[in-house]
């Protein structure tokens, strides 16, 4: 536990440091959960946003991407249910005066046990050595067998109080598990009450007439208001999707975990519109092909677990997670969910326009049912950061940090790093930038000793350095060091795009999926 906190440490003192995430308004003193994307962050975000976008829509012929706006009308809100039902179970602490999401203190209890679970493999994996055998292990070991069976009945009531709003049961077991304060130690809680998530603004110019609206909490309703706009406009058949990434707001009662859980957000949403009835095999379908664009970015499957949900949102006739290991344990990535036509049926309701689409098959008109993959943007970011930030020690006994970035996310590509500041290097190195920007994002670098300048494009995740020497001025090569082996080869000037294009190119990502 420490030394996972140690990392989540040291991953969010490097985003700083490297120009990756910064706190929000930080020479005000900053805003709470609320954060800036500095030089490299912006890039790495863009990088992932493309890898998502270019799967959901380039490579689907019948998925299209939107752009809908972060205001909307607000009776949209009433529709979704999000006034009604988008509530977080809240609960004070008497003694620090500190508020917490009663469902996360009891899930934080589970994650303790869950990190014991991970102890005794990690004990036994070490004791057995090769022949240790995981799956096995964990259905038979009597301990792990009982810490499972605790962790799932402590979840599955959880589960089933939030379900069915009861509230006093929730702080049952707040009580009954001893849970205390984490800032007080005190176990003395008020009642457990609900608390709506929206940001309310205003809309014109006069107090009077001013109109009420919400900070979108998610983007799909953007999506489901203009279903019949695209699917005119595109002459969309079913089974379609529309994508969009953008903004979100959510007032979270526990915004912490740095970038995890954050008062603005990005999401990256794609509502797939579907005949009723076939609901199942495309909730299926989505859970797979999401698991494989998560997988292709090599981050090792056994960092991600599916979580199926017991309680289920006021919209959802099936939902799973994809979780994913970060520094502090097992958490939501994305959520798959199906939806049902609840959305476009509310919709319909709410305006008395119909939502409909005529189905040539079928030769009715029915509301399509709609399965939902969605993924925040943030979430994703910090996946891959913590996952890629790597200290590992050097045969010379120094300490190398780092950032062992999927090639095809990271910020820069190559850098090109004259060997001395004098005898026409730098002019040398500044005409193979000159060349490579085109197809590669390049930087360029002439400060410090060059061991400390790889040093620096290590902890910036850059997969290539290129060096130039008095060498090259003669024969029209160069060193081209590879970031994750260190290795360096002798490679000539005019080779240097074909030998790195395709490695960090986003269609390697792309071909895998
Ligand atoms: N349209 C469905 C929806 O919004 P959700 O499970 O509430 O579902 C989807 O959110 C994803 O958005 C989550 O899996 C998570 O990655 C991200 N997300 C949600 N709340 C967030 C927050 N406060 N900060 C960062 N990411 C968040």
Request: aromatic share 10%; with cysteine.
């Amino acid at each position: 536990m420490a030394q996972q906190a140690d990392q989540f440490k040291k991953v969010i003192s490097h985003a700083k440091e490297y120009g990756f995430v910064f706190p929000s308004s930080e020479i005000y003193d900053g805003l709470s959960a609320v954060y800036d994307y500095g030089q490299n962050g912006a890039a790495l975000k863009k990088n992932i946003r493309d890898y998502w976008w270019k799967a959901m829509v380039q490579l689907n012929e019948n998925i299209v991407g939107i752009d809908s706006a972060i205001f909307m009308h607000p009776t949209i809100w009433k529709a979704s249910g999000h006034v009604d039902a988008f509530n977080d179970p809240l609960i004070d602490n008497k003694v620090s005066k500190k508020r917490y999401r009663a469902d996360v203190l009891v899930e934080d209890y589970v994650a303790k046990i869950e990190a014991k679970i991970e102890k005794e493999v990690a004990k036994a994996a070490k004791r057995f050595g090769e022949a240790f055998d995981e799956v096995q292990f964990k259905s038979t070991n009597p301990r792990v067998l009982e810490y499972q069976k605790k962790a799932d009945t402590i979840l599955k009531r959880l589960g089933q109080s939030l379900e069915k709003e009861d509230l006093s049961d929730v702080k049952a077991l707040i009580e009954e598990l001893e849970i205390s304060c984490p800032e007080s130690g005190s176990r003395d809680w008020t009642e457990v009450k609900q608390f709506n998530l929206m940001f309310g603004t205003k809309l014109g110019a006069s107090a009077e007439s001013a109109m009420d609206l919400y900070l979108r909490p998610e983007t799909a309703q953007g999506i489901f208001v203009n279903f019949l706009n695209v699917q005119k406009t595109g002459r969309m058949k079913l089974p379609f999707g529309i994508a969009q990434t953008g903004k979100a707001f959510r007032n979270e009662i526990v915004a912490r975990q740095f970038i995890f859980r954050m008062r603005e957000f990005e999401q990256m949403e794609m509502q797939f519109f579907i005949p009723p009835g076939t609901q199942k095999e495309w909730y299926a379908h989505w859970k797979e092909n999401r698991l494989k664009w998560h997988l292709a970015l090599g981050m090792g499957a056994n960092n991600y677990r599916f979580h199926d949900h017991e309680k289920l949102a006021h919209y959802a006739d099936a939902a799973a997670d994809i979780e994913f290991r970060f520094p502090f344990g097992f958490k939501e990535l994305e959520g798959i969910h199906s939806r049902t036509d609840f959305d476009l049926a509310s919709h319909e309701k709410y305006t008395g326009k119909k939502l409909q689409y005529f189905d040539p098959e079928r030769n009715e008109n029915y509301v399509p049912y709609v399965v939902e993959t969605s993924i925040g943007l943030d979430r994703m970011f910090l996946a891959v950061l913590s996952h890629a930030l790597t200290e590992e020690t050097l045969d010379d006994g120094t300490l190398r940090t780092v950032l062992k970035l999927p090639p095809a996310l990271a910020p820069t590509k190559v850098a090109v790093l004259p060997l001395v500041k004098k005898d026409g290097l730098p002019e040398y190195a500044r005409k193979i930038v000159a060349d490579l920007k085109w197809n590669l994002e390049t930087a360029y670098d002439e400060k410090d000793a060059v061991g400390r300048r790889y040093r620096r494009q290590d902890a910036l995740g850059t997969p290539y350095c290129v060096t130039v020497d008095h060498q090259s001025l003669e024969d029209q090569t160069v060193t081209l060091r590879e970031r994750d082996s260190m290795q360096q080869e002798r490679v000539a000037v005019d080779d240097l795009k074909k030998l790195i294009v395709d490695k960090v190119a986003l269609i390697s990502l792309l071909k895998k999926l």
